[in-house]
Structures are given as C-alpha cells and as structure tokens.
C-alpha cells in the first residue's frame, strides 16, 4: 500500500500541517470557484443559491467557518482512507500500526488550536474500522483509545472514564516515581484500577505520607476507592511489600509535616490536571 494514504495524518501530527492546512483557509481557490464569498467581519464564506425562484423568492444560505471548513476537509480524508483500506484489507494491521503512532502524537497536542477537532475524527476512524475490521484484526493498542472503563465491572468503581485516562494515570504515576514501571507493568497497574476482580498489585516506592496523599488525590476519579476499600483489596504495597492498611493511611494523611511538601505539591498538581481533562 502506497505510504502516502496515512500521510494527510502523518503531517498533522509530525509535521506541522495542520498550520499549513489552516493557513491555506483564507483566499481558498475551491471555495471561491464554488461561489463562496469570503465576509472578513465574520471570518466565514457565505454562499446564498436561490432555491425557489417565485415573487417570494426563497434562497439557500450556506457559510463555512474555520471549524467547519477543517471538518470537511476531515471528512473527505476519512473517505479515501475508507477506500483504500477496502480495496486491500490485508494491509490493515499495517495501517493501525501506523495510525497508533500518530493518534498518540496528535494527542500529546491536544491542548493546541483545533487538535480536539484532529482527535474526535480518529476516534470515529478508530471506531469505523474496528466495527468493519474485527473480524481481520480483532485486538489491536488503538482500539484503546476509544474504549471506554465499565464503573460496574471495576472492583473500585470506575467513573465513566476513557480507557486512556487510565494511560495516562500510569504514566503520572512513574513519572512521580510512586512506582518502578519495571515492577509495575502498564497492564498489571490497569488490572487493578479497571478489572472487577484484580489478579495484580502495585507496590510503591516512596513512604505512606507520600503514598497515602496519592491515592486520596486519585479518590476523586472513583466511586469506592478509599482507606478501607484499600486495605480491604490488598492490591496495594508499601515500598516494604506489605499490603496498605487503612490505618497506615489515616496516620500518614493525619500527620502535619512539611518534609514532602515538594513530592505532594507535584502530585496535586498533575492529578487536578488530569481531573480538569477528564472529569470538568
């Protein structure tokens, strides 16, 4: 399959063009030959047709925005690729190969102009092929990206999250260094938030002030997830490898030092991110 059926993608997220893509909106030569005209005041192109033409004339008033002129554009991409993945299917798990790394990419931009746009449309790309495509490759990394956590099919009730919040919770939580991601592997550490009956443990690194101040931060994107709901899973470890007892966790959140006022504040701030992303 030739390379440049995924390039439209490609360019968006390694190349800048989306800039090149938006840029191109003002003076644009199809909309203009179509009979657009472009209003400045209001940043859109107005089209008016006359659909009944009698005394009480009626006409048909068409206007393209910056917004919808880029989901046009989506749209027709999504059509050829549509058309390409029909006519050889066999290169399909080649194609969410590819689509994975660049669906990951966009979506470290997701706080630029317009990526929201970028990453609903490969959400319903995603979707699309898995519901036609199943049936060839039934399992793939992407399909994650649309698949969404079930709050009654987690031990600690879940709210109605995306499975990559869960992702990116993983990787906050390395990334604050509470655990080894060695140790901790990404599927063991979804096992126990996601899964009805977990069948893995995460052990921590860092002592119960710090430990104890995480998981009551994370408290907000769960239903039953508390001291008791804890100790009662035994799917926690101190950096001991002893399971975390509600105890423990009340006397370390009780006690009024500053000596890991840096470690929590970091922890605070990434978790509000998250919660700002995924729960406002």
Known sequence: MPQSYLQFYSDIAFHNGLKKLMSEFLGNKQLLDNGFEYLKEYDYYLKEEMVIDAEDAVFDITTINREIYLRDILLEQRKNLYNVLKSTPDCLKGTLDELNIVFTKIESQEEQTYFAIIIEELKNVVGDIKLQYSNIVEHHPIYNKIKRVNSSLSYFQCKDLPYSFFEKLYELTYSLDLIDDVIVTEEEFMNVFTSVKPESQIIFKKPNPIIAFYLKAIEVFFDNLNAVTIEKSQLFLNKQGKPLKSADLYTALSR?????????????????????????
């Not at 030092?257 to 729960?279: C, H, P, S």
């Open 256 to 280: 009024g030092t500053d000596k890991y006022a840096v470690e929590k504040t970091r922890i605070k701030t990434e978790v509000e991110e998250l919660n700002n992303k995924y729960l406002t």
